[in-house]
């Protein structure tokens, strides 16, 4: 398991005190120390752009210096202070944020990071970074969102939840400009709810299947085989399958072997895919978050 940024607070501390360290050969020594598996060395940030334990080594070595134990030496090195010996010196069992309250400046930086109203959050919590609480938050929000959109999609129209299935697809990028989706789902149209045409002309069409259950009512291979039936019917060889339920493990395995490349989404898929793509909501603030550069200061 990976240790929250608060217990990498001292190995860090007792790495600085050899002498001036590079962050980046701080973050392979303490994989090496702590013994971290191949999966936990490479486990990234939802962000794609740093690993989950090189974040929480840095968001250390920051909170170290914050109380007057580290010091920057030059770009991407670190150094001990007096001070910071002097705190290995007590032989401390832990040091994590609350030990740094003995020191008047780390006070003064909680009180500025207060302001945000994240820095509080961060020093009290035992185990998540200030971005990483940033990053739970939102995804609550998120994952509450998806909730509610799924619930209106479930009391909707049979029509309107054909449509909303199709301008999504669409804000996805399927079709060749945003009148290329239609509604089907009328007599003489096969059991299709609605058809994406991939260029101006039609020569190429995704067919869309839309079922709109309630949680538990889940898809089984009988529906999967109709309308991979409807899709010869058309000729066609790409169906979305989606619904606001779920498919049953026989529905994916007979969506997996038969030979028209069909794409099952389900109910939390479908929800995610709305918020992502702003499909029946909205963003109404956004939040930037920025970082020192380094070579400013050079």
């Known amino acids: 398991m990976i240790p929250d940024y608060q217990s990498l607070m001292r190995p860090v501390l007792e790495l600085a005190a050899s002498g001036e360290v590079k962050i980046s050969d701080a973050v392979s020594e303490l994989e090496r120390k702590l013994r971290l598996s191949d999966e936990e060395k ?22 170290l210096k914050q109380a007057g134990l580290l010091r920057n030496t030059r770009r991407g090195y670190f150094d001990i202070t007096a001070e910071g010996r002097n705190v290995l010196a007590e032989h401390p069992d832990r040091i994590d944020a609350k030990f740094l309250e003995r020191y008047e400046q780390f006070l003064e930086f909680k009180s500025r990071t207060n302001v945000s109203g994240v820095g509080d959050v961060a020093v009290e919590n035992d185990t998540t970074t200030p971005d990483e609480t940033m990053r739970t938050a939102h995804q609550q929000i998120v994952d509450a969102l998806a909730a509610d959109l799924l619930e209106r999609l479930r009391d909707s129209e049979p029509a309107f939840f054909e449509g909303v299935i199709v301008d999504l697809l669409l804000k996805m990028g399927y079709g060749y400009d945003d009148t290329s989706g239609n509604i089907l789902g009328r007599s003489g149209d096969d059991g299709v709810d609605g058809v994406i045409n991939l260029d101006p ?29 409807a899709l010869g019917l058309k000729d066609v060889t790409k169906g979305i399958f989606v619904t606001t339920s779920g498919f049953s493990p026989s529905a994916k395995s007979t969506a997996e072997k038969l030979g028209a490349r069909l794409v099952l989404i389900d109910g939390p898929e479908l929800a995610r895919l709305m918020v992502r793509h702003e499909v029946g909501c909205r963003v109404t603030e956004t939040f930037k978050v920025a970082v020192v550069e380094e070579s400013f200061f050079e």
């Open 42 to 63: 490479s486990e990234m940030l939802p962000s794609g752009k740093q690993t989950r334990f090189a974040n929480r080594v840095h968001w250390a070595r920051s909170y």
């Open 201 to 229: 002309l039609g020569v190429v069409q995704v067919y869309v299947q839309a079922k709109r259950y309630a949680v538990g009512n889940t898809i089984g291979s009988g529906s999967i085989r109709d309308f991979y039936g």
